[in-house]
T-cell receptor
Framework: AQTVTQSQPEMSVQEAETVTLSCTYD???????LFWYKQPPSRQMILVIR??????QNATENRFSVNFQKAAKSFSLKISDSQLGDAAMYFC??????????????FGKGTLLTVNP | DTGVSQNPRHKITKRGQNVTFRCDPI?????LYWYRQTLGQGPEFLTY????????KSRLLSDRFSAERPKGSFSTLEIQRTEQGDSAMYLC?????????????FGPGTRLTVL
C-alpha cells in the first residue's frame, strides 16, 4: 500500500518570504499523480498543484512550485512571496495513475502553515 | 460552474441515532467520493461511485455505513446507530473520469459530533 509522509507538523514564514513544505511517499508503482491541497481553517480543501509522475518538469502555478524527485520519492512544495491568505493546513496526496487504486487519494497528515505579518 | 456542496455543514446527534448526509457534486462529474477526516489527520478514503455504481468500499466503512448515488447525481451517506468514534468531518469530492487528469474537487464537509 502507498504511504505519504509529511514530517513537518507545523511551519511558519514571514509575509513575502519563501517557505518549503516537505513530502515523501512510498510506492512500487511507476504511474501515479501527486497533489498538494490547501485547507484553510473551517473552509474547504482546494487543489494547489498537481504533478504527473511521468513528467520530468516540475509543476508550477503562480507562486507555488514543486520539487519532484522521483528516485528519492520526494515531492516538496515551495511557496514564494508568502501572503497572509496562504495560512492553512497543507496536505500532500498520492493517487495511482492506472489500474489498481486509481480512484482514491492517499493523504499525509498535513503541515500547518502560519504566515506572520 | 458551482462547486461541490454538502449538507448539513454541522450535525450533532446522540449516540445510537441515525444520521444522513448529502453531497451534490459538480455537474457532469461522473465520479463521487466520500472521505473521513479526524482531528490532526489527513482525509481517509471511504467509498466511491462511478455514475450510480458503488465500485469500492474501504474497510473503514463498517456495516453501519451505507452510501447511495441514485441516478448518478447526488449522493447520500447514512450512518446507523452512531457511536462516539464516528465523530469526524465527512468530506465529499467529485471528478470527471476519462477526460484529463481526473482531479478530485472537494466540498466543504459535514462535521459530525456524536454525544
Amino acid at each position: 500500500a502507498q504511504t505519504v509522509t509529511q514530517s513537518q507538523p507545523e511551519m511558519s514564514v514571514q509575509e513575502a518570504e519563501t517557505v518549503t513544505l516537505s513530502c515523501t511517499y512510498d510506492t512500487s508503482e511507476s504511474d501515479y499523480y501527486l497533489f498538494w491541497y490547501k485547507q484553510p481553517p473551517s473552509r474547504q480543501m482546494i487543489l494547489v498543484i498537481r504533478q504527473e509522475a511521468y513528467k520530468q518538469q516540475n509543476a508550477t502555478e503562480n507562486r507555488f512550485s514543486v520539487n519532484f524527485q522521483k528516485a528519492a520519492k520526494s515531492f516538496s512544495l515551495k511557496i514564494s512571496d508568502s501572503q497572509l491568505g496562504d495560512a492553512a493546513m497543507y496536505f500532500c496526496a498520492y493517487r495511482s495513475g492506472s489500474g489498481g487504486s486509481n480512484y482514491k487519494l492517499t493523504f499525509g497528515k498535513g503541515t500547518l502553515l502560519t504566515v506572520n505579518p | 460552474d458551482t462547486g461541490v456542496s454538502q449538507n448539513p455543514r454541522h450535525k450533532i446527534t446522540k449516540r445510537g441515532q441515525n444520521v444522513t448526509f448529502r453531497c451534490d457534486p459538480i455537474s457532469e462529474h461522473n465520479r463521487l467520493y466520500w472521505y473521513r477526516q479526524t482531528l490532526g489527520q489527513g482525509p481517509e478514503f471511504l467509498t466511491y461511485f462511478q455514475n450510480e455504481a458503488q465500485l469500492e468500499k474501504s474497510r473503514l466503512l463498517s456495516d453501519r455505513f451505507s452510501a447511495e448515488r441514485p441516478k448518478g447525481s447526488f449522493s447520500t451517506l447514512e450512518i446507523q446507530r452512531t457511536e462516539q468514534g464516528d465523530s469526524a468531518m465527512y468530506l465529499c469530492a467529485s471528478s470527471l473520469y476519462g477526460q484529463g487528469t481526473d482531479t478530485q474537487y472537494f466540498g466543504p464537509g459535514t462535521r459530525l459530533t456524536v454525544l
